[in-house]
Every structure is written in C-alpha cells, then in structure tokens.
C-alpha cells in the first residue's frame, strides 16, 4: 500500500532524508520512530504529496505521489504536525467543512460527524472555535478529520501526544479497528509503550537513514531498549546548581 | 529595569532579524493614502492622527513575544507597563509616522488637538491590551453558502471580520451613507470617491488574504484535496461579499469593481509572499510602492467604471479570473 524507492530529499547541502527504501502493506500499522529533526515528518510529507522528493520514487495506494498528489489526497488521511486547524471554525465545522470537501453527501458528513464528535468525546465542545481549544481537543479534532473521509491510508504525525490516557485508548481502539479492516495506518510517534502496544512494523530513522525496518514480532529485545542502542542514548549530564540554593 | 532592558535589547533583535529593509516594513492602503493626505490638516487631521497611532501598532514588536512566555516571566507591574509603552518605540516605521504627522501639523497644533492625540495614543496602546477574543467568537453566526467551500468561506468572512480594516471601512461606509440620508445633495463624484475610499480601506487585507490562517490553517490547505483557485475563490468570495455591502449604499458596481482590482493586484503577496497578519489590528501588505501601485489601479478601474461606462467591470472581472487561475497553479505549488 505504501512503497518508496531510494527516497532522497535534499535542502542545500543538508540530507533530511536519505536513500530511504519501504514497504508497508495493507492493514498494516507502522509506527516510524526517531529522534527530533532525525527526517520523520520529512518523510510524512513525500509520502502525503506535500513535499516532492529531490529524488527516488514514492508509491501511495498504487499512485505516484508526486505526480497525482490531489487524486491522493483524496484517498488518504492525515493528521498533520501542526494539527491544520483554522482558528475561526468550530470542532463541529471542521468534520463538516472534511465532508464537503472529500464529496460526502450531506446527510452522510453528518452521520459521521455526529460518530466521531461521541467516540472522541467532543460533543461537548463541538460549537468551540479551534481558537479556544485545548491541546487535546485540537488533537482530536484534526484526528476525526483524518478518519472522516474513510481513507485507504491514514498518515498520522504524532498523534498521541498531549492527549489523555482514555483519549489515548480510544484512538488505539479506533486504529486497530480499522487495521483489521485493511486501513493501511502509518504513524510516527514518541512513546514508546504505545508505539510497542500497536505497531505490526517498526520502522527506526536516524539522520535521515533507516536503521531498523521489522514486523514488530521481530525485535530482539524490548522497543525502548532496542531504540536506546540503535537511534540515540540518553545522555547523562549532573547540573551540580540544580536544587541548591539560590545566591 | 535589568530585565526590561534585557526584553527590549532581545525584542529589538528579534525586530531587526524579521524586518531587514524598507521594504519589508508593513504598508496600510489607507494609511499610505491619509498620508497624502495629510498636508490638507482640517478636520481630517483628528482621523489621521489616529491612524498614525493605531499603524504602528500593526507591526507591534512586543508581538515577537508570545503572550504565554511573557505571563511567565516575573515582571512588576510597572515594568509591564513601561514594557507596554516602549516597545511601539523599537519600530523605526513609528518615529518616521510621527515626525511626518508633526511636520504636516506645524502651525497648527492646538492644545486641544494635543489632548486629542493623547488621548488616542492612550486608547491605542491600550488597544493591545484588550482582553479580545482569539478567534472569531463574536461573529459565530454567518450566513451558509452552496457548495463544497461553504465553510472555507464563512471561516473567511469571520477572520475579515476581525481586522480593523473592515471597521475602517464600515465607518466611512455609514458614515457617508448617514450623510446621504440626512445631509445636503452631495455631487455624485463624491460618492465614487467615497467608494474608493472604502475600497482602499479593505484593499491591504488583499495582500494578505493567508495572514489569519496561520501554520496550521497553511498545511491544512496543502492536504484538502481542492485544487488552489477554489482556494483563492474561497477568499475572494469573502473579500467581494464585505465590498459589497459595505458600497452598496453608495456605488455598488464602482465598489466592486475597485474590489476586483485589489484581489488581483493583492494575489501576488498573498500567495508568493504570505505575511502574518494580528487580529484586532490593521493589515500590514507588502512594501509601500506595491500599495500605492494597488490603489492606483483600483482607483482607475473604479473611476472608468464611475464616469465612462459600467461595461468596464467586464475587463476587471476578465483581469481577477486571470489572476484567479494563474495563483490559483502558483498556490497548489507552494502548499506543497
């Protein structure tokens, strides 16, 4: 469902993401992990049409994404890094705003609108300007815009950071749900225990190569750990002024 | 005081990286015009003197701070307060505007008029300071429209809604329709220039048509699977809706004609070169000249259209659906 072939995006002299080569199947969840600036929203972005590569190739749902980027926008979901919200609509008039633009009719947007706004509970918010909202909320709200046209990919930039444990649950729930249903899911994340809870394949960037690349079954040891030897350790530094008294 | 020399040497950094030329310094349509007008004194100066106060609050530099940071840091009161009143200083564009309104009022600068200039002053500086809302909370009730762009455009005509070019503009609107109802016959010329006077009011917010949106709003753009000029008319649905019914009690046709002519001009700056934009404040366009060049041809197209023929308005639209579908392209490519 997703494939890319020596995927090469370059800014001047600076490598984002370099002779990156993948295969993610139907159905599947890939959870691309690595450090901040390590080329993993870089890559989100090729792979979504945002971005056009500066070489290699990048095959979404069977269409090229640089040459058909619309036609695959119609077909993917995604829950951008900066979430993509207008300040001046409401959490209700996002998902319609989502359903007029992906060409539901108008009875179906708002079934689906009415769905989600319950699954993630936002009802209670959905007349709140975006402007207004929580952290949390505009997490939720730009991740039912992400599932509201039914996607054949979701396309999701961190999606559970800054939300609360039982939002957190939902959208897992949510996720596995439609990976069984062949929803091909494609995220990048931070935490480690959820990334290990729902990811079928581990994908692991550093410096904008790729240095794991496994079904999720196959790793050697625990994720964070396994994270800690590949991609980056944490480094150990005593601040001897923190906590003692101020002069 | 350490600190606040510490913020104003930071905040001065930050200026001078964002605004390296001339250029680059924020433009007001209106407020380019005033100045011309502004030998003229009279009456108008009062107007005038509030503009030049309330401009440079357009391109504030205590902006650069977000609102989050500076709540945290451990400032009195006064030093606030002092931060407040100096920092519309560090914009070299403020000392140019008041040396320029002083030297237009030589000779004729009242002590009542001083009074008048600080009372704006005050209700300027304290315009910032305002606990106004983030979004467009005020104006949650709009009208629908047909079609998949309904939301884009009522999301389009709240964020207008929230800059002071559309009350500007409103108030010359009803103020000269007021006049028309109640006041002496006035030349039919008058309402023409009052029309383009209105129109030049909206005119920088054409610039700028993106500066609302913000980041997110930017890469939500750029993942709607909508092709750019749909984009564009989203925009210039909104902008032409606010020209219109804010012309139509004085020259509709007049009105939307100089409308057309702004959005075209407008649409370069707008999509090559978006700009930020604050809400509550006037819309700072791209340099000076390419504002005087939008007004000069926003007057022409209103003007031909006032004393030669209404068939003028056909060329606009001709001129604006050209520039619609050509950014409309150079929009698709930046959003990716």
Same mark, same amino acid.
């Given at each position: ?25 139907r ?8 450090? =901040? ?12 049409g ?17 040459? =058909?980027?619309?036609?695959?926008? %119609? %077909? ?23 359903g ?15 769905? *989600? ?8 918010g ?23 046209? =039914?996607?054949?990919?979701? !396309?999701?930039?961190?999606? !559970? ?19 069984? %249903?062949?929803?091909?899911? !494609? ?25 794991? =690349? ?13 994270? !800690?030897?590949?991609v980056e350790?944490?480094?150990?530094e005593? *601040? ?8 | ?26 433009g ?27 401009f ?26 002092l ?67 309904? &939301?884009l ?15 500007? /503009?409103?108030?010359?609107?009803l103020?000269?329709?007021? @006049? ?9 010329? /008058? ?13 920088? @917010? ?21 092709s ?29 004609g100089a ?17 930020? &934009?604050?809400?509550w ?12 060049? &939008? ?26 659906a050209?520039?619609?579908?050509? @950014? ?6 930046? /959003?990716?």
């Open positions: 469902m997703i494939s890319c072939r020596n995927l090469t995006r370059r800014y001047g002299d600076f490598t984002a993401v370099d002779n990156l080569n993948l295969e993610v199947d159905g599947a969840i890939c959870v691309f992990l690595g450090p =901040n600036g390590a080329g993993k929203s870089t890559t989100v972005k090729m792979l979504t945002l971005l056009p590569p500066t070489s290699g190739s990048v095959e979404v749902c069977g269409l090229d994404a640089a040459a =058909n980027p619309r036609e695959l926008k %119609r %077909r993917i979901g995604v829950l951008p890094e900066d979430l993509g919200l207008f300040d001046d609509l409401t959490v209700e008039e996002h998902l319609l705003l989502t007029a633009v992906y060409g539901l009719s108008r009875e179906e947007t708002h079934r689906r609108t009415t769905q *989600l706004l319950h699954a993630l509970s936002l009802e209670h959905r007349h709140t300007f975006a402007a207004s909202c929580s952290h949390g909320m505009r997490k939720k709200t730009s991740f039912a815009m992400a599932l509201l046209p =039914n996607p054949q990919v979701l !396309f999701l930039d961190e999606p !559970f950071e800054a939300v609360d444990p039982v939002t957190s649950k939902i959208m897992r729930d949510l996720l596995q749900a439609a990976s069984r %249903r062949g929803v091909t899911i !494609f995220l990048t994340a931070h935490i480690l225990s959820v990334a290990e809870e729902i990811a079928s394949q581990i994908v692991m960037i550093r410096k904008g190569k790729i240095v794991w =690349n496994s079904p999720a079954g196959e790793l050697p040891q625990s994720l964070e750990a396994h994270y !800690f030897d590949l350790s944490p480094v150990v005593e *601040l001897e002024w923190l906590g003692s008294p101020p002069s | 005081m350490a600190r606040l020399a510490a913020i104003l040497k930071a905040l001065w950094r930050a200026f001078q990286r964002s605004e390296k030329s001339i250029a680059s310094l924020a007001n349509n209106f407020f380019l015009v005033a100045v011309l007008f502004l030998g003229k004194a009279g009456s108008f100066l009062f107007l005038i003197i509030g503009l030049v106060i309330l440079p609050l357009s391109t504030d530099p205590l902006r650069k701070i977000p609102p989050s940071r500076l709540g945290l840091w451990p400032l009195e009161k006064r030093e606030q307060v931060l407040r009143a100096i920092s519309p200083w560090i914009n070299p564009m403020t000392w140019a505007i008041v040396a320029l309104a002083l030297w237009a009022a030589r000779g004729s600068v009242t002590i009542g008029l001083w009074a008048m200039a600080a009372g704006i002053v005050a209700a300027g500086f304290a315009v910032s300071e305002l606990p106004l809302p983030k979004g467009a909370a005020m104006w949650r009730r709009m009208p629908h429209f047909p079609g998949p762009l309904d &939301q455009i009522r999301k389009n005509l709240r964020e207008m809604l929230t800059t002071l070019d559309f009350y500007c /503009a409103l108030l010359l609107s103020a000269t329709a007021l @006049y028309r109802l109640f006041g002496p016959p006035l030349p039919a010329e /008058a309402f023409m220039a009052m029309t383009v006077l209105v129109t030049i009011a909206l005119s920088s @917010y054409a610039q700028c048509l993106f500066g609302l949106d913000g980041d997110g709003g930017w890469s939500r753009y750029g993942v709607l699977p909508l750019g000029w749909r984009i564009l008319a989203a925009k210039d649905v909104a902008f032409l809706l606010v020209v219109a019914v804010l012309t139509a009690p004085l020259a509709p046709l007049t009105g939307m409308g057309l002519m702004a959005l075209a001009m407008g649409r370069r700056t707008s999509v090559l070169d978006p700009r930020p &934009q604050t809400r404040r006037f819309s700072a366009g791209a340099s000076p000249m390419y504002g005087i060049g &939008q007004v000069i041809l926003m007057a022409f197209a209103a003007s031909s259209i006032f004393l030669t023929s209404w068939l003028i308005i056909f060329p606009c639209v001709v001129f604006w050209g520039s619609l579908w050509w @950014y409309g392209q150079k929009l698709e490519e930046s /959003a990716r």
